[in-house]
């Protein structure tokens, strides 16, 4: 009976119905959408996006990472400007993105485990949600989900080349939003402590990904100093964000409070740094959504105003979506855990899932924490749930038996 359930149910594995279904959702979520943006921000990638288009380069005043912009740039030159087909292509990477879920989830936790984190993938509303957002987070959920696919590969194929691809897509990754580096330390301390490989290739493995890694960055590292004068790795504006721990300096984040001050200040007061660090990291599993579209209702009407495609009215400010959130998140939160938990046995490729998302919670609690941050990494909570609700489904089933 088991075994024919089990045929019965290939269906849920093969890529081409997760990807064509995956596919179908997001194109009926954005053609709901208004022709507008709903978060501000995306002006500032559009404008750099145009003035790439006319040939002059980014935008002279344009601080954030290049990758947005330059994606913009080249669905504009071959669509022209305008919001559903840029969201169709950013559905199809999305949909394709739950494809390589299931392909990772498998090599981590098991067929079945794969296909309940890819089906998960295909209807969780925040990657939904992120086919309509006009904003770097899904490219840099796409090219996260493939670095940890091509680790895996690399893995077990023991190829350098896989490894280096691996690599370019961190590197891509951190190109659109730059917290994604933290993740860079983890996979050295994989390969040269816990990989399979002899000590040679290890360090050789090390030294591949810090080169293809900052190989990446390079371009647009030489290209902000040879602009500015200053040696700028991918985004001028992270000093910017550093937590104000004097209590004599009275600033908010992102003010022109010197970088020197808040370096100061941090370790002049090691306590409150601690305490902020601490409440900024556990905010980033927040069940309930902060600031995943531009939200100050007075500051909507004002750039609406200034643009009218800027979207004032919506749902993805309305209490719904807060309940969206949480019964959403939440199952798949408490069964990443448990994943965790008793998975333990197959810590070596829980490696990656486990560490990518602490990385980033980390690497963000160093300036601040928001929910839109932990997007790109909530695949890997995916993967885990799978990985939990099978092992606690087979801890049950052994009882019932016995």
């Known amino acids: 009976m088991e075994v024919r359930f089990n045929q019965q149910m290939n269906w849920m594995k093969n890529p081409w119905v997760i990807f064509l279904t995956a596919l179908a959702v997001r194109l009926i979520y954005i053609s709901f959408l208004k022709e507008g943006y709903y978060f501000s921000d995306f002006r500032v990638y559009e404008r750099s996006a145009l003035s790439l288009i006319a040939g002059h380069g980014f935008e002279p005043n344009y601080a954030r990472p290049p990758l947005y912009p330059l994606f913009l740039s080249i669905n504009y030159l071959i669509f022209g400007s305008h ?71 690399s893995n077990r194929q023991k190829s350098l080349a896989y490894l280096g691809l691996a690599s370019f897509c961190l590197g891509m990754a951190a190109l659109a939003v730059p917290m994604s580096l933290s993740f860079f330390p983890f996979i050295i301390i994989w ?52 937590f104000i721990a004097s209590p004599d300096v009275q600033a908010e984040r992102g003010s022109d409070t010197t970088t020197t001050s808040r370096m100061n200040g941090m370790m002049n007061h090691p306590g409150s740094y601690v305490m902020t660090f601490t409440g900024e990291f556990f905010h980033f599993f927040s069940f309930v959504p902060d600031r995943v579209v531009t939200r100050n209702p007075e500051y909507r009407e004002r750039i609406h105003k200034e643009d009218p495609r800027l979207v ?21 939160f408490l069964f990443a855990l448990a994943g965790i938990v008793l998975g333990r046995s197959n810590w070596r490729l829980l490696f990656f899932p486990i560490t990518l998302v602490l ?44």
Not at 324 to 329: E, R
Not at 386 to 399: L, N, Q, S, T
């Open 359 to 402: 990385s980033q919670a980390m690497g963000y609690s160093i300036f601040f924490s928001q929910v839109r941050y932990r997007l790109p990494v909530e695949f890997c909570l995916m993967i885990l749930a799978g990985g939990g609700a099978v092992a606690i489904w087979e801890k049950y089933r052994k009882k019932i038996v016995n």
């Open 191 to 242: 390969y040269l402590l816990f990989s399979e490989w002899d000590i040679k290739r290890r360090i050789i493995a090390a030294l591949v990904v810090i080169v293809v890694v900052f190989g990446t960055l390079v371009p647009w590292t030489y290209y902000c100093y040879q602009r500015t004068g200053h040696l700028v790795l991918v985004d001028s504006r992270l000093s910017d964000h550093l």
């Open 83 to 153: 919001f559903f087909e840029l969201r169709l292509v950013q559905a199809l990477l999305a949909a394709f993105s739950s494809v390589l879920i299931l392909q990772i989830a498998d090599r981590i936790v098991g067929s079945t485990a794969a296909r309940i984190a890819a089906w998960v993938s295909v209807f969780y509303p925040y990657y939904i949600f992120l086919s309509g957002l006009l904003y770097p987070t899904l490219l840099a959920s796409f090219f996260l989900i493939s670095t940890v696919y091509l680790l895996l590969i």
């Open 312 to 332: 004032v009215d919506h749902v993805f400010i309305s209490p719904l979506m807060n309940w969206v959130s949480i019964l959403s998140y939440s199952p798949v």
